[in-house]
Nanobody, 126 residues
Framework: QVQLVESGGGLVQPGGSLRLSCAAS????????MGWYRQAPEKQRELVAI???????NYGDSVKGRFTISRGNAKNSMYLQMNSLKAEDTAVYYC????????????????????WGQGTQVTVSS
């Protein structure tokens, strides 16, 4: 079973930057798609950015040009560079992983379900 752990959230002033990280642990050989979602108080969870194993990306309209998603060399980790932050970016940011390939000493398996991290709070305020 995969575990997703986010880090890097915090308080930042408008116009500032933050970098979020997500680390996936487990006997993972490949994760098909990883992404970031966010949920502000009294709002629905929304897409921030997703990235496939083949490095295709998709961004939510509100963050295009300001946020950049990337994955580590082993592609079991993921980052979100957030620049020019605005008050409306304030939310809990969640790491998401879909399509996980596991590799064990005695075989392999595939989990098509999506998995979520516990979330990290980002607050943009002066």
């Amino acid at each position: 079973q995969v575990q997703l752990v986010e880090s890097g959230g915090g308080l930042v002033q408008p116009g500032g930057s933050l970098r979020l990280s997500c680390a996936a642990s487990g006997s993972i050989s490949r994760i098909n798609v990883m992404g970031w979602y966010r949920q502000a108080p009294e709002k629905q969870r929304e897409l921030v950015a997703i990235m496939s194993y083949g490095d295709s990306t998709n961004y939510g309209d509100s963050v295009k040009g300001r946020f950049t998603i990337s994955r580590g060399n082993a592609k079991n980790s993921m980052y979100l560079q957030m620049n020019s932050l605005k008050a409306e970016d304030t939310a809990v940011y969640y790491c998401n992983a879909v399509g996980i390939h596991y590799s064990y000493s005695d075989g392999a398996s595939f989990d098509e379900r999506e998995h979520w991290g516990q979330g990290t709070q980002v607050t943009v305020s002066s």
